[in-house]
């Protein structure tokens, strides 16, 4: 979109302003109120997850003096097998779940790229499953999945198909619990891409289609490769979010069968709130955040090498 | 070649309508259903509608007089003041913020970025009984302002970000054009970019009106009486005598009208401004 | 256009004005406020409107509610970890008694017996106030009064039970009477009677969920009427007791009974038993007695003029004992001790355990006031009291230490293994076993060995075999 044309004319005119103030004191003043409010809310619960991540103490237990194990709970929970389970998991369902959004979310924002009567409508109607309330969407999926009176069962069987038990194994949890997520958040990449593919600029697409590409090879190898950075920050911010997903396990499994589809956030839940571990919660915690940290800045690394080619 | 170029995508556009407004309809559907029909098999489509569970989130008819239509009316207020004040500030901070980390590359600008979309990192319960030691310290417990704040807080990343992609996709041209006509930088932020990353603003609050209206986990610990959000008052419904299903799919289906209601009105500037990433560094 | 861009930077100037007059005012001067913080329910609800009757008009009772499950127990928990008096009456799971109690979270309910010219022990049936409001066991220290009595009960179908055809395929069958169970024994071929997937009926349901206490609720039910233990209470032992022959016996009972249910139930929680049998798909079912009153009520339960209650089924241990037990329930009120308004709320405790407030309180929930029980109005208030009273002298409960959260988790994962057939009963508890010692001695509980335990530990932990089966009527 172009500047507007009564602006540029506006401009042209150019009166002259008072004062300006600097760059250097316009950048402080943007920032400033972002800056105050993360120091605020930053800061001292992540220094307090540090500091009790090194005591053996439980908030629920004062009267117990803490412990200062060092880097012992550390130690503990990378020994614990159950743990890395936990992150094997977590693993699984992030890539699940990530799979399928995108899978889903750039097939329809391909769709959605020309102009068509109703566009606007039904596009506001796909990021419908995004504005539910999270736990609502958890109970709605475990409602549908259950393996008695499910509707998903009843839409299997009409396949033939016997009754699947979806959320008491898990294996099949794992994409329940993935499809549930997926079909949450598909809206937030469709909506990025689709502002992705709609900011090329015409001329480029017609180019390729006037060299006589298909409809489809212009989208593989002209659209997708340009809205690269728009779709790498969704993704990141895609991945980030399945990782910390704790509500719908907690609404559609537990957890369950056994221990099998806890992730590293449900079973930092479980010790920090259901034990009140306080000092492994907070150890455990720091683990999630540096795995979570250190897949980020891979990302925005390669993102910044990206956006620096295009 | 050209009945293709139609075919697919309204294919695609078709299947996915079902599988994402199918479980919509559903919700709504079994919010009425009784409890024989819910558990029916196979699935009723046809049935005779009750009510019980609208009722029981508003506190009207049969859930008069119990406890969970206590604070009803109030729940609602503060949602509506929290989402709706949260919202504002993450979005124009993050638009300020955003702006400055685009156009003003000032040393550590990377870190900024990485800071600010790391506080999106944390799993709430790692530190929600830390917030409630701050709180508790500050006197924000059970406050509009504490929950404001929160509020605001966890939108922070997300709309620093994406308006940060925005204006990345605005060419500096436009602002160089006002600058060199003496115009300050102010200006031209107001009067030339703002409005060209409008759809950005829109998309941005609405993503962060959604986070902050369905905020569940800092708002259960944060609040206790006065300052109860919506989503977390309605869900103490949940397992009443049983689990309420239909009472949590009403939940459900009430809590998600402010929603819409919030996109339908910012739907021109969602839809028309949808653009963003290579712009018109060229038509030359 | 404009009108979106330049809103922002002018509602940004007056929402901060604004919002910190907002902050100001949200701490409106009311009247005293004491705030309860419990789950959703009838009980809640009942609890709230009697409290509106207070006759002190300046003081308000404000309901601070969440959803059942484990969102209940962390709020509580969250609270008392920041000392914090966001609420003043803390409503609880008898099992988390000992954790809130032991970490001094609690007011002493001794001190206010002492304070208080009309809350005394005595008010309270014994039991009751022991279950609800004692820690350590036995010692005399009060934490918490009874607000809500429960216990895990019976349910039946009376019409199969009474059905002339089906009395006779069953004698046909087995040789004998068609009865209502009263032993796990029994109960197995009954249900292997009623087993008919082909016409949707089953013969038994239970829980089996791995969340909060399901599966264990029903598991401990049949291992301690089999003469298992959990543990023995007085050496810290576990290996030997939870793993004993007797404790595999009952657990192995229990994960055979699934085979008698609708596929799925080692999910199930109380809803679904709820569910299945108000859909006619149970002849008999393992559930709270708490839910006694919604399945008595037709609009919920279809069948509920052919639904009876009662006491659960008891079992012939290996050692030709009869032991019947069950799991108990409810919940118990305590006071924060971080709150600012304790005279307050005694006051008003004062008032609500009085026989007035406690027999409109029965007509909904259980009360744990001795006067309304020993009435004969309640005995005969609905179909269930009588059984509930009965089933009172039958329970048992887990272990009363501020570890049980965790010994908890461990034991669930361990029985839902079992069900699931991912380990044999045998290794299961065996694990079970061998991952609480670990936990009671690392948080520093000394354990001494006994020699010789027996294959049936309850024979040397408050032992309750009876040499003859002990008839509960079921009419």
Redesign the interface.
Known sequence: MSIPQDETARVKRAPKQARTLPDSWLCGLFLAPSGLILALMVFYPFFSLIYYSTLQFSMMRPRIEPVDVGLGNYVDLLNDNEIWQRFAFTGKFVLATVLIQFTIGLAVAYAFQRNFKGRDFLFTLALLPMMLCPIVVGFLWRYMFNSEWGVVNWLVSLVGIAKIDWLGRSENALWAVAVADAWTWTPFVILLATAAFRGIPKDIKESAEIDGASPMFTFFRVTLPMSLPILMIALLLRLIDAFKQYDLFLAMTGGGPASETQTAAFALGKIAFGYFHTGEASALAVILLIVIMGLSMIFVRYLTRLSNRV | ?RR??VL???L??GV??V???G??I??ML?SIKD??D??????TVFFRPVWTGYEAVFGVGSAQ????A??LYDSLVNSV?ISG?GT??A???????G???S??R?PGH?D???????????????????????Y?RLHL??????L???T??IN?G?A???MK?FF??VPTE?EN??LV???????AF???V???V??????TAG?CF?VAW?E??FS??LA?????TL?VKI?????????E?TQ??A??VV??VP??IF??LI?R?L?M????????K??G | MRSLTQVPIRMLRVSAAAAGLIGMLASPALAETLTFVWHAGTCADTFYNIAKDYPDKNVQMVPDLVPYGPMWHDKIAAEFAIKGAGFDIAMWDSQSLAEFAGGGHAYSMNDVFKESKVLKPELFEKFSLAAYGEYPDNSGKYWGLPVNQDAYGFMYRKDLFDDPKEKEAFKAKYGRELKVPQTYQDAKQVAEFFTRPDKGLYGWGQMGGREYDFATTASNAFLWSFGGELWNPATNEVKGYLNSPASIDGVQAYVDMFKYGPPGGQNWGWDEVNSAFQQGKLAMAMQWYYFDGSNSDPKVNQFADRTKFGVLPGAIGRDGKFRRQTMVGGQGMGLNVYSKKIPTVIKFMEWYFQPEQQKRYAKVCQTGLKSVLDSPDWQSLNSYNKSFARALSYVNDYWHLPEYPELLDILQEEISAASSGKKTVKQALDSAAERHEALLQKAGYKITRTANIPEVPDQIVNPVGKDKVQEESYD
């Open positions: 070649m293709n170029a697919l995508p309204a695609i556009i996915y309508l599988f994402s407004t479980p919509i559903w919700l079994s409890r024989q819910l558990f029916a098999w196979p699935p007089n119990t406890a969970t206590v604070g003041v004040f504002m500030f979005v124009v901070l993050g638009t300020l913020g702006y400055a980390t156009r003003f000032f990377g900024f970025m990485f800071f600010v979309l790391s506080t999106r990192m944390i799993p709430p319960v790692a530190v929600l009984v830390f917030y409630h030691m701050l508790s417990t059970d406050t509009w302002l504490g404001i704040l929160v605001t807080f922070l997300l620093t970000w994406i992609g990345d996709g436009v054009i006002a006509n003496g115009y300050s930088r102010l200006f107001r009067r030339l703002l409005p060209i409008s759809g950005g603003i829109a998309a993503f959604i369905n569940f986990a259960s610990i206790t009486t006065r300052a109860k989503p869900s103490s419904a949940m397992g009443a005598t049983g689990i299903w949590i799919f939940a459900g809590l998600v929603v819409v996109f339908y739907r500037y839809l401004g949808m653009t963003f990433g290579v712009l018109a060229g038509p």
